[in-house]
């Protein structure tokens, strides 16, 4: 459990309408692609996403809609998929937070991005970080995942640009090169 600041900054409290309670912070720990960052003062409702871009500077978070409806700041939390921006960021205190930066360095994520590249999946590229994300998660779950299995899997992942056709090929482009076709 992160701990509840018992500081309160006067100046804060000024700007409050009378009879409000100032809004409570906390400070915590997060463990990012294996990296232990201090969180200090946040807003205990901070989501993840926010606390990932804006406190931490971990930018390769994209944030588009920060209503759970886009995909964009997709992550891993102990393994599983999750929109960062739904998630309360010191209820991840003890989690192991794993973005694209996290995942970049090991192969199945790496041919992932090299096909997105290939195939041109990547327009204007704000949606690709959590893109590559969700289709790792995907194929190391469901490696021979058919057509109507990825569509399912990429429907919480929305991209402006492509009309997706690119991003299907480039799944099949990985499932192929595994399959050695
Ligand atoms: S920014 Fe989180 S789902 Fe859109
Ligand atoms: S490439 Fe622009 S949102 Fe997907």
Request: hydrophobic letters at 40%; charged letters at 20%; glycine letters at 10%.
């Amino acid at each position: 459990m992160p701990a509840t600041d018992t500081g309160s900054t006067p100046g804060a409290a000024l700007e409050l309408a009378p009879g409000l309670a100032p809004e409570p912070t906390v400070s915590y720990q997060l463990r990012v692609d294996g990296a232990r960052h201090q969180v200090h003062g946040a807003w205990l409702g901070a989501s993840l996403l926010s606390v990932l871009r804006d406190t931490l500077d971990l930018t390769t978070v994209k944030d588009a809609c920060e209503q759970g409806r886009c995909g964009s700041c997709s992550v891993l939390l102990d393994g599983r998929l999750v929109a960062s921006c739904t998630v309360l960021a010191a209820d991840a205190e003890d989690a192991e937070v794993t973005s694209v930066a996290g995942l970049r360095p090991s192969g199945p994520a790496r041919a992932v991005a090299a096909a997105f590249v290939r195939e041109g999946a990547v327009q204007c590229g704000y949606c690709t970080p959590g893109m590559v994300v969700a289709v790792t998660d995907l194929l190391a779950r469901r490696p021979d995942a058919d057509d109507g299995e990825v569509r399912e899997a990429l429907s919480g992942n929305i991209c402006r640009c492509t009309g997706y056709g690119r991003i299907l090929a480039a799944v099949r482009a990985v499932q192929d090169e595994r399959a050695g076709r």
